[in-house]
């Protein structure tokens, strides 16, 4: 598929990584790489394209929508990252996200502050619904 500009669009997923240090702490971080992103002097866009990350409001979702552009070859890559069901609700205005070199950072404020979610993440990873419960 080619857009409008005459770049060929690509599809991609983003692949989440989470250090396990993190989730019985206050704040859950989760890594998301991407060895193309380059970081600019805004700490919420790439250089070579846009990044969009949105913590909805039932406390308990999130999406990252990343496009890079690569003006030599000609293509734009979309990458997706969605979390359907966090293992427990979060405090979105409290969240926050930045581009590194490589991967997006993102730091998820918990609402219970007590709350471990090592074993709801062990088992099933940061998305609690299975492929098998997703529309």
């Not at 990343?66 to 205005?93: F, N």
């Amino acid at each position: 598929m080619t857009d409008k500009s005459g770049y060929k669009v690509l599809k991609r997923y983003l692949e989440a990584s989470v250090p396990k240090s993190s989730l019985n702490q206050k704040v859950v971080t989760i890594e998301l790489c991407c060895d193309k992103l380059e970081p600019s002097e805004n700490r919420f866009l790439p250089k070579n394209g846009t990044c969009d990350v949105k913590f909805f409001p039932d406390c308990q979702s999130l999406q990252v929508d990343l496009v890079l552009k690569d003006r030599e070859e000609m293509t734009k890559t979309k990458y997706t990252y969605k979390v359907r069901q966090l293992p427990g609700r979060i405090v979105p205005q409290n969240c926050t996200w930045t581009v590194l070199e490589g991967k997006i950072l993102i730091k998820l404020c918990k609402e219970e502050e007590n709350e471990d979610w090592t074993l709801a993440v062990s088992e099933r990873g940061v998305d609690q619904v299975g492929s098998d419960e997703s529309s």
